[in-house]
């Protein structure tokens, strides 16, 4: 019999910020994600990378300004390095976990590169802020170069990027294979490396993909059998922040798409969360989606804690 599949896609609160936070957040996080694992699940991570990706991001580029022959990083590279950095920490503090569990299962990060489409929408609108707080005169040198930037009130000048949605994955050949050595498998982090094709080769775009959008092509991709979503809340809610807000424990596609008219999520952190959701569980059978805190996301699976979207 078949394992079941799970693609699990971490959020800030599951890596932390800086060098030390990541570290003490990514041991907390190996031994839900080794929970999972000794229970029989084939698992597959997806992660965040803001606070990372911006932190390299703006590391590069003040020492392409500071040492000269050297320039500065695009996003793509970026992304590349933080999938690095962070995959490095989550595979290794996986492996330990399972070898205190004597379970012996190797853990792989792959760099993952993910294509979008050029004339995505989004690429006319950024909304996606990287990066340091500029002043003005730095704000207008990258205006110059074609970059977008948004001024905020009191802090300055931010770069903004797009975020597209996700086409397709390069790498996913690869990635089932692993899966289907019952293996380990950290891919599409951050979303992935934004691609495009131009002739024979992967060029880099300046974007960022929302990771749950990728986690979600992904579980398609790999037929899995739920998508679990890990969030800095326990519950999906409506009438979120206001006196009368409600916690879901559990949402029909018809109760999703209905919420989403009303206008209940909010755009930037929780509907794509729920739009990736009603389009995984739509394109395939018996399937489900789960979004919860980390801490529930054990309990989540019997229907416990969280919210399920079937």
Same mark, same amino acid.
């Given at each position: 019999m078949a394992k079941k599949r799970i693609v699990m896609a971490l959020g800030h609160r599951a890596l932390g910020t800086n060098l030390p936070e990541q570290k003490e957040a990514v041991a907390k996080t *190996?031994?839900?994600? *080794? @929970? /999972?694992? =000794? +229970?029989?699940? =084939?698992? !597959?991570?997806?992660h965040s990378n803001?606070? =990372?990706?911006?932190m390299i991001h703006t590391a590069m580029n003040e020492f392409g300004k500071q040492h000269e022959g050297y320039t500065s990083a695009p996003m793509s590279v970026c992304s590349a390095m933080s999938q690095g950095y962070i995959g490095y920490d989550l595979q290794n503090g996986i492996r330990t976990e399972l070898i205190k569990r004597g379970i012996y299962k190797p853990v792989a990060t792959i760099l993952t590169q993910m294509m979008v489409d050029p004339y995505d929408e989004a690429f006319y609108t950024p909304v996606k802020p990287v990066g340091r707080y500029m002043t003005a005169e730095e704000a207008k040198e990258e205006e110059e170069k074609g970059n977008y930037v948004e001024e905020v009130p009191g802090k300055g000048f931010r770069r903004v990027v797009a975020s597209p949605k996700p086409v397709a994955i390069v790498e996913i050949d690869v990635i089932k294979a692993v899966l289907d !050595? @019952? =293996?380990i498998v950290i891919a599409c982090g951050g979303g992935g490396i934004p691609v495009m094709e131009q002739?024979?080769?992967?060029k880099g775009a300046s974007a960022v993909i929302e990771k749950d959008r990728a986690a979600g092509l992904l579980?398609? +991709?790999?037929? !899995?059998?739920?998508?679990?979503?890990l969030t800095s809340v326990d519950n999906v809610t409506l009438n979120y922040g206001k006196a009368d807000e409600k916690p879901i424990t559990a949402m029909s596609l018809e109760d999703a798409k209905a919420y989403i008219e009303e206008g209940q999520f +909010? /755009?930037?952190?929780?509907?794509p969360k729920i739009e990736t959701s009603i389009d995984f569980i739509t394109h395939g059978n018996g399937r489900c989606a789960i979004i919860t805190s980390m801490e529930q996301a054990k309990a989540s699976l019997s229907g416990k804690a969280g919210t399920t979207i079937r």
């Open positions: *190996a031994r839900v994600i *080794a @929970d /999972f694992i =000794q +229970e029989g699940w =084939q698992v !597959a991570l997806v803001a606070p =990372q990706v911006g !050595a @019952d =293996q002739g024979y080769n992967l579980a398609k +991709e790999i037929d !899995a059998d739920v998508l679990m979503i +909010e /755009f930037a952190s929780m509907l």
